[in-house]
T-cell receptor, first 115, second 112 residues
Framework: DAGVIQSPRHEVTEMGQEVTLRCKPI?????LFWYRQTMMRGLELLIY????????DSGMPEDRFSAKMPNASFSTLKIQPSEPRDSAVYFC?????????????FGPGTRLLVL | GENVEQHPSTLSVQEGDSAVIKCTYS??????FPWYKQELGKGPQLIID?????GEKKDQRIAVTLNKTAKHFSLHITETQPEDSAVYFC???????????FGQGTRLTINP
């Protein structure tokens, strides 16, 4: 398996623009997670899905952030409008629902810079 | 909710020496404790995990210990090598709940 795939790997945009980050989880995984990593706040869980349904979005910072999972093999995280404080590395991770198999596998991340 | 504290934030050791990173957690219901290694420009990768029914687990040069009473767990790396240099994260969750809470990370540097 190719592992978790994220695109783009790097994104530079201007404040006010819409940003869309994409993720393809590992085939067969039931859970998908979106994290944000910054020096100040570390690794923060933004939202996670189970079988394409959002379960917990309490980590989403504000209404400018939205996430969707239209099918089992694709998810998006959208920021509209973007702000400089959104600059961070965004990770997608996936895991299986099986007990004892809950290891989360992370993608390579998208490094976002908002100017 | 769960809170995970990790210490130290930075650690520098001589090649060949041992390194120890410690974490404490707040939720006594937590029973799954993974450790992740993050190399520069990459996502975190699982290196070892432990469940609450086990006190210690070892995989070659890496070991993890768990003290449920004190609610802390530690990562031990022996015979450190330059390729062990990375940022290490501990995490905790309730088994089956899927949601992980991560520590702040430890930047480990192995000096040749």
């Amino acid at each position: 398996d190719a592992g978790v795939i994220q695109s783009p790997r790097h994104e530079v945009t201007e404040m006010g623009q819409e940003v869309t980050l994409r993720c393809k989880p590992i085939s067969g995984h039931d859970y998908l997670f979106w994290y944000r990593q910054t020096m100040m706040r570390g690794l923060e869980l933004l939202i996670y899905f189970n079988n394409n349904v959002p379960i917990d979005d309490s980590g989403m910072p504000e209404d400018r952030f939205s996430a969707k999972m239209p099918n089992a093999s694709f998810s998006t995280l959208k920021i509209q409008p973007s702000e400089p404080r959104d600059s961070a590395v965004y990770f997608c991770a996936s895991s299986q629902q099986l007990a004892g198999e809950e290891t989360q596998y992370f993608g390579p991340g998208t490094r976002l810079l908002v100017l | 909710g769960e809170n995970v504290e990790q210490h130290p934030s930075t650690l520098s050791v001589q090649e060949g020496d041992s390194a120890v990173i410690k974490c404490t957690y707040s939720d006594s219901a937590s029973n799954y404790f993974p450790w992740y290694k993050q190399e520069l420009g990459k996502g975190p990768q699982l290196i070892i995990d432990i469940r609450s029914n086990v006190g210690e687990k070892k995989d070659q040069r890496i070991a993890v210990t768990l003290n449920k009473t004190a609610k802390h767990f530690s990562l031990h790396i022996t015979e450190t090598q330059p390729e062990d240099s990375a940022v290490y994260f501990c995490a905790a969750s309730i088994q089956g709940a899927q949601k992980l809470v991560f520590g702040q990370g430890t930047r480990l540097t192995i000096n040749p």
